[in-house]
């Protein structure tokens, strides 16, 4: 049996290993903390709703990664981007407009706006398939379970590439409460947030959380004499749990958010060399106002329990809406001229409205017996509203200056309804067999136009264009699952999702001809192994899979048009390996890991736009870009973390945690350049040091991110003449090095 342990370890270090080397010697990637199955501080216990039910990690057959809200907490991780750093094959596409997930090297490109996601995010079991939706969910949180690869069976839903699901904190038994308060020497400002939760009643019980920040950018900006982008946020949640019985239970909660980023993250950089990302820039306030991102957003879930005997039935109604508008202008300075600017000739505002309502009901059956089984129903509708504002002021256009504006609307009423069911047969303790499978009808209704506001001429073609979508897709799965020991399990698994077609809503020019594209559905090939070894003293996992997508939906800029072409990719696959590992040696130190490697290529791609390295005889009507690779994808992604923690005497504690993450390079703009389009390989230091009394009644620290101030873009673009009158690259520079002490107390 240790025989069989050590081989089984050993195999899992060196597919972490292969995966972190290159990347930590490219440079690599952005760092917030470890990616591990498993929380520090020793305990490998954590249960997750992955499939519906609550289970522990170690027994799902899912690829996935569970981050606890204490994890979170301690590097202040407020939203996705970062976090993706505990979570390789992950990455976050920071734009101007809206931050996309991309899972195993598959997303929705943020270009069009009104693209469902590939990877849907959940929060307290809502669809949340727009970013703005939930921006700042991620405060006193349970903890964020994250899902590779298609998840269309269970979770349904556009989760063709994976699924995000955040778990908020619920109320308390006793009476309890948390203030702590975080301030930022680099970003120069506070970040508060608390709860307070516990009792009303013997039957009912309460929670309230809140996050206040204040606290400058990281660039800054010449022209405004400000640091961008300042960030003024107020989030609150309110939860109620009723539970007049053991066999009824209610649990509704609200959420607040109100987000007001004034100011941008483009830099401007060189066309002919790599990437070099300033951390000042220059951008005056446009004709259509200041620039920034401003979002009032409202999520409101209430789910409810009753047992039947064995059987549980749970209902999950939601209601999401958000008002956003967000004004883009891009960086004026000309590269490498001493700091010479022009004007600024190209900005746009997108006015968004939406709001969602929805309902799920499911049946589990009872644990123990030879067939186990989930069946439900899920419904919701939403209207989405959004604008475009696009502004030019272009100091030489056909010989002429040119000052004008062109705005366009786009509306969509969307209703989706799908049933779906998981059934498990086990053969026996050891063997079982589990299958699932949901069917999804769709229907979608959009519209668009688009006029001339000002202006001599219409600088983009003025067009208008209406379209429905009915369609309907099938997601099934199997997995054949074993339980080679007690603490070792493996699995197998097929499985498909799909995400539904859509509309194109903001690209000038639009006509019915190229308003709609086909929905996309992934194939899922999966094979892993879940061990707990050595008297629970090791966590290790692996998983190795094939990821495949037909009609891969996609939008792609082009620069010499300075818009994005929105269609379907023929066919694209991902094939890749990822591995965790976490070992506590002595009580009060451990140290965790996660690495991948993923190959992400085109297996076929007609009437692509162009890429950067190929010929200028390409043109999209001849071009294929089988055999190329996906863009947004790092091929190694890594991350280790070490904590430990020193008593002093009976009273007081000392605890350290540090974390390297990283990746390899990537093409992160979207025509591939060699030049200005690829992000290189980088490695990001954390670090946290902590002082405070046995009883966490409170505390003391200091909170270091990037601390080596790695300099990191999340998209690239060329900004070209006659749009400029200086063609640059536009980068949009992340989070540089953050340095913060951090108070807090509980009672």
Partial sequence: MKSCNWILLSSVAAAAMLAAAPAAAEDADQAETAAVDTPSGGSTDIIVTATKRAQNVQDVPISMVV?????????????????????????????????????????????????????????????????????????????????????????????????????????????????????????????????????????????????????????????????????????????????????????????????????????????????????????????????????????????????????????????????????????????????????NSVYNSFPEKFDQFSQEIRLLSPTGKRFEYIVGAYWDYGNYELQQLQGFNILNLFGNPYFGRIDSVFNQRAESYSVFGQGTFNFNDDLRLIGSLRYTHASKRGSFASRL?????????????????????????????????????????????????????????????????KPEKSTNYEAGIRSTLF????????????????????????PATSSYLTGNAASATSKGIEGSLAVYPVPNFDITGSASYQDVKYDDYPGAACLASQPSTCTPATNNLAGYPVAYASKFTGNITAHARFDMGDNFKFDITGVVAGRSKFFNSDNQSPTFGVQKGYAKVDLRVQFGDQADRWYLAFVGKNLTNERTTGSAFNLPAPITAAPRAILYLEPTRNLAVEAGFKF
């Fill in 535 to 558: 008297d629970r003293k090791v966590v290790a996992n692996v998983s190795i899979y094939k990821t495949t997508f037909e009609d891969l939906q996609v939008s792609v800029y082009q």
């Fill in 453 to 517: 506001v000002y202006g001599p001429f219409a600088i983009r073609p003025i067009s208008s264009a209406r379209g429905a979508i009915d369609e309907s897709n099938v997601d099934p799965s199997f997995t054949l699952q074993y339980d080679f020991t007690d603490d070792i399990m493996g699995y197998a698994t097929y499985g498909q999702g799909s995400k539904s077609g859509g509309f194109v809503s903001n690209t000038l020019g639009t006509t019915d001809k190229t308003f709609t594209f």
């Fill in 67 to 343: 981050v606890s809200g204490e994890q979170l907490s301690k590097f202040n991780v407020a939203d996705a981007r970062a976090m993706m750093n505990y979570t390789p094959n992950v990455f976050v596409q920071t734009t101007a407009g809206n931050n996309v997930i991309y899972i195993r090297g598959f997303g929705s490109p943020p270009a069009n706006f009104a693209f469902d996601q590939s990877v849907s995010l959940y929060v307290d079991g809502i669809y949340a398939g727009r970013s703005r939706q939930a921006e700042s969910p991620f405060f006193d949180l349970e903890r964020v379970e994250v899902l590779r690869g298609p998840q269309g069976a269970l979770f349904g839903k556009n989760t063709a590439a994976g699924a995000v699901s955040v778990v908020s904190a619920g109320p308390t038994r006793e009476f309890e409460g948390k203030v702590s308060g975080l301030y930022s020497f680099d970003m120069k400002g506070p970040d508060i947030s608390g709860y307070f939760a516990g009792p009303i009643s013997e039957t009912l019980g309460f929670r309230v959380a809140y996050n206040v920040v204040r606290q400058d950018g990281y660039i800054y900006n010449r022209a405004t004499d400000q640091d961008d982008p300042k960030l003024e946020q107020e989030t609150v949640r309110g939860t109620l749990k009723w539970e007049p019985s053991d066999q009824f239970d209610y649990t509704a909660k609200v959420q607040y958010s109100n987000r007001r980023y004034s100011g941008g993250i483009s830099v401007s950089s060189s066309l002919t060399g790599p990437q070099d990302p300033q951390e000042d820039r220059y951008l005056e306030e446009s004709a259509l106002g200041p620039e920034g991102i401003w979002n009032k957003s409202w999520m409101i879930s209430g789910t409810g329990n009753i047992q039947f005997g064995d059987y549980t039935l749970t209902l999950i109604t939601g209601y999401s809406k958000f008002d956003a508008n967000i004004v883009n202008g891009f960086d004026q300075t000309i590269p490498n001229s001493g700091g010479a600017i022009t004007n």
